[in-house]
């Protein structure tokens, strides 16, 4: 995920800004791994491999089973 993009993606439950901290980068400076935190709600959303999953949570525990 390249950092820009946090101009543009917002929290899918209530729309206000996310908050970036990163675990991992590459060489080319994008983002592998870290975690998207929203500012109003405190939900997280991870990065993994480069993307970031901002499915709301009750989605993102019925992909994963």
């Known amino acids: 995920m390249k ?3 946090m101009d543009i993606i917002c ?14 980068r590459d ?4 983002i592998l791994q870290g975690t998207l935190t929203c500012t109003e709600c ?3 959303y ?3 491999d480069g993307i970031p999953n ?5 989605m993102r525990e ?3 089973a």
């Open 62 to 64: 019925e992909a994963a």
């Open 27 to 30: 060489d080319d400076d994008e």
């Open 11 to 24: 929290c899918p439950v209530d729309k206000h800004d996310l908050e970036l901290e990163v675990d991992d």
């Open 54 to 58: 901002l499915l709301p949570p009750d």
């Open 42 to 44: 405190g939900e997280t």
């Open 3 to 5: 950092e820009s993009l």
């Open 46 to 48: 991870p990065i993994e």
